[in-house]
């Protein structure tokens, strides 16, 4: 145990030394003297045991076994948490329940059987080591109802109210974001976790254009990525509605950029109507809205698409595949594909063609299938995989919607 430190000392922080006097617990005695850091964070043996033994690779602990996050150097063991470092601790954990890292190793984990609850729990108190708390003291104060005896900002003991609502709410969303995670996981539905950190405060009333200006440049990226499409499709083939997996991510990004969702769904449909949102000048604000508005139809439009293979129920192919060559299927397709499947297709589905309606009483499908039966045609006998070339098409079409340019600008 090291000497006494105040609380300033301990954060670094730029406030004044307190008087409370907080006991402070040494890691530095309990690690190896060299100075590589990943040393502090392997599984240390106890002062009876000679060693741990070296694993071999075919026993090596699967990844989501491995410890994340690296502790603090000095871990306050007495004494009550400060505002600034609890809320470090909580941020962080919500922080840390939406990454993608998190998701996967938690879904590995629930295909293997593990414990996800207890999973869960021990990052959280890597978590606080990390922020300087030792778990043994404090994970009880931050679980269920905080401890206000833990926290010198609570209001019981003279502390700051708006503080303590604050971390308040913090602890809410992290509860929600932990049963999300474990939820989608435990499912293996990766899609259902939440995915954005809610901000510390949520306007629910007044004016929000700044709010949404920043909702859309946080909206239209991640709509536009391939792996939201990925997840869409994957959610889809699973039976879930895409429009709800939308409206959720759409829930989420609203409270990540400060707007409660109710408020922000509300601000939303008043810009959509041409309404003032927070000032009279709005053509930024819409035009940022109306290509959000643009990439969600579009991801709706891709995903609600019939699954078809070439000539499956057609009559006779009307474009050969390509032969001499396997097809590709990864990647990225090569320039000019996008140009030569619109040249080729639109005389054939136009306005004013007679070729899709010929074929549709022919065989009694519906026009829709037909024209993607002859896209997936199209797309072999440009030495693509049907499969393959269909989702990079999906991706070219959400892409042009994000970036507000034609399809054919995205060869």
Request: net charge neutral; charged share 20%; with cysteine.
């Given at each position: ?157 003279g502390g700051n109210?708006?503080?303590w609502a604050e ?146 129920e057609l009559s ?96």
């Amino acid at each position: 145990t090291t000497r006494a430190r105040d609380n300033s000392e301990v954060q670094g922080a730029r406030e004044p030394a307190r008087d409370n006097r907080v006991t402070m617990q040494g890691r530095l005695g309990r690690v190896s003297a060299a100075p590589d850091s990943s040393a502090r964070d392997q599984p240390r043996a106890a002062p009876s045991d000679p060693g741990t033994p070296t694993m071999s690779p075919k026993s090596a602990p699967p990844a989501w076994r491995a410890r994340r996050f690296e502790a603090a150097l000095l871990l306050r063991d007495s004494g009550r948490v400060p505002f600034r470092q609890a809320m470090s601790y909580v941020r962080g954990c919500c922080e840390m329940m939406c990454t993608d890292e998190s998701i996967r190793l938690l879904t590995l984990a629930a295909a293997a059987g593990a414990t996800l609850e207890s999973l869960t729990a021990r990052w959280q108190a890597e978590m606080l080591e990390k922020c300087g708390l030792n778990p043994a003291q404090f994970v009880h104060s931050f679980r269920a109802g905080a401890d206000e005896a833990a926290f010198e900002f609570a209001p019981a003991y003279g502390g700051n109210a708006s503080q303590w609502a604050e971390f308040g709410h913090a602890l809410a969303e992290l509860r929600k974001g932990t049963l999300s995670l474990i939820g989608g996981a435990a499912q293996q539905k990766p899609w259902r976790c939440r995915r954005f950190v809610p901000a510390p405060v949520l306007l629910a009333v007044g004016p929000v254009r700044p709010q949404l200006l920043e909702y859309s440049e946080l909206a239209i990226p991640w709509l536009g990525k391939e792996q939201t499409l990925a997840a869409l499709f994957s959610a889809t083939a699973a039976g879930d509605d895409a429009s709800r997996l939308l409206a959720k991510w759409k829930c989420e990004m609203l409270e990540a950029c400060g707007i409660k969702r109710s408020h922000g769904l509300i601000a939303l449909h008043a810009a959509a109507a041409a309404s003032t949102v927070g000032m009279k000048d709005n053509g930024e604000l819409n035009a940022a809205l109306a290509r959000t508005a643009a990439t969600e139809r579009a991801l709706l439009l891709v995903t609600s698409l019939p699954i078809v293979r070439a000539s499956d129920e057609l009559s006779e192919r009307r474009f050969p595949p390509a032969g001499g060559k396997a097809l590709q299927n990864f990647g990225e397709l090569e320039s000019g594909v996008v140009g030569t499947l619109l040249g080729s297709l639109n005389p054939l589905v136009g306005m004013g063609s007679s070729a899709l309606r010929e074929e549709a009483t022919r065989t009694g499908l519906p026009p829709s299938k037909i024209a993607l039966t002859w896209q997936c045609e199209l797309l072999e006998a440009l030495g693509i995989e049907q499969n393959f070339g269909m989702r990079q098409l999906c991706v070219r079409v959400v892409q042009s919607a994000a970036d507000d340019e034609p399809l054919w600008k995205t060869d």
